[in-house]
């Protein structure tokens, strides 16, 4: 089963979710800044995108610069602040049962169907 975790207000992931209603596949659609995910499955989605923690922190976002930037975090620490503060989770990631993508750009999305 195909998976987004979609923010609605990121044109990306909008463009990501055009994406998978044009593939034909049937999909979930999972908006993480409502339903957060918990840690274990944040790690297992960090797991199947093969980075680390820190690759999928959007190190843009305000609360990243502003309590974040400057702490020497470790992976574990990292994956509670983002379960903490879904926002700082980039954005569209999609996945299937055995792999996943982040959807920048969203191109990406197209080439792991």
């Keep these: 089963m195909l998976r987004i975790y979609h923010n609605t207000r990121c044109k990306k992931s909008r463009e990501g979710l055009e994406i998978?209603?044009?593939?034909?596949?049937?999909?979930?659609?999972?908006?993480y800044l409502k339903e957060p995910l918990s840690e274990s499955e944040l790690e297992k989605l960090i797991n199947k995108l093969e980075i680390t923690p820190i690759q999928l922190v959007r190190k843009n976002e305000k609360i990243w610069k502003e309590?974040?930037?400057d702490?020497?975090?470790?992976?574990?620490?990292l994956i509670t602040v983002m379960v903490k503060h879904p926002k700082l989770i980039?954005?569209?990631v999609v996945?299937?049962?055995?792999?996943?993508?982040?959807?920048?750009p969203p191109s990406d999305i197209e080439k792991m169907l």
């Design 71 to 77: 702490k020497d975090l470790s992976d574990k620490e």
């Design 95 to 104: 996945e299937t049962d055995d792999k996943a993508v982040i959807g920048r």
């Design 90 to 92: 980039e954005r569209p």
């Design 67 to 69: 309590d974040y930037k």
């Design 20 to 31: 998978l209603e044009n593939s034909g596949k049937d999909f979930e659609i999972r908006e």
